[in-house]
T-cell receptor, first 111, second 114 residues
Framework: DQQVKQNSPSLSVQEGRISILNCDYTNSMFDYFLWYKKYPAEGPTFLISISSIKDKNEDGRFTVFLNKSAKHLSLHIVPSQPGDSAVYFCAAAGSARQLTFGSGTQLTVLP | ETGVTQSPTHLIKTRGQQVTLRCSSQSGHNTVSWYQQALGQGPQFIFQYYREEENGRGNFPPRFSGLQFPNYSSELNVNALELDDSALYLC?????????????FGPGTRLTVL
């Protein structure tokens, strides 16, 4: 039972345009959400997070939006750069002491 | 500041064998979490250690066990290896024992079970 789903395995975007990565979750007990970025041969790197009491959090070029009623979150990257090409994982946390990850989306930013 | 390191980088074992993977946490961090990442999947939580005590466990059988040492480094032990145990094993350290504390991941150990 996948509690966190990233339905797009891959996404290609032109440099300078917006990248939108999506994530859905099913467990209503999740109240904290994170995005991680992973380059080949490296561990995931924390990017940005959002608490369920907010619907938006921004950090430079990265913005995460949370729609609790739809159990959906998205990561916007504006403008996209070639160095953003990586696998992006959405993760969720609730009262249990664990992060539940989605299966990831491979973002390719084309120069 | 030294990041999270893991050893070995790669490992090949056969079914039924036992394996020990090691993780050195980032300086100042007292919590280590272990994850299994199968090909094409996201990391799956195995367990977490906080100040040398197991602090939470995912849906993994008891043949997956761990230790955390006084210097907060950690080991993951897997007994009676099965083919499905082939995966990338990631450890992550953090300053606190909650999942809201930012976790810093190591590069992982690639385990292949033949």
């Amino acid at each position: 039972d996948q509690q966190v789903k990233q339905n797009s395995p891959s996404l290609s975007v032109q440099e300078g345009r917006i990248s939108i990565l999506n994530c859905d979750y099913t467990n209503s007990m999740f109240d904290y959400f994170l995005w991680y970025k992973k380059y080949p041969a490296e561990g995931p790197t924390f990017l940005i997070s959002i608490s369920s009491i907010k619907d938006k959090n921004e950090d430079g070029r990265f913005t995460v939006f949370l729609n609790k009623s739809a159990k959906h979150l998205s990561l916007h990257i504006v403008p996209s750069q070639p160095g953003d090409s990586a696998v992006y994982f959405c993760a969720a946390a609730g009262s249990a002491r664990q992060l539940t990850f989605g299966s990831g989306t491979q973002l390719t930013v084309l120069p | 500041e030294t990041g999270v390191t893991q050893s070995p980088t790669h490992l090949i074992k056969t079914r039924g064998q036992q394996v020990t993977l090691r993780c050195s946490s980032q300086s100042g961090h007292n919590t280590v979490s272990w994850y299994q990442q199968a090909l094409g999947q996201g990391p799956q939580f195995i367990f977490q250690y906080y100040r040398e005590e197991e602090n939470g466990r995912g849906n993994f059988p008891p043949r997956f066990s761990g230790l955390q040492f006084p210097n907060y480094s950690s080991e993951l032990n897997v007994n009676a290896l099965e083919l499905d145990d082939s995966a990338l094993y990631l450890c992550a350290s953090s300053k606190g024992g909650t999942q809201r504390d930012t976790q810093y991941f190591g590069p992982g150990t690639r385990l292949t079970v033949l």
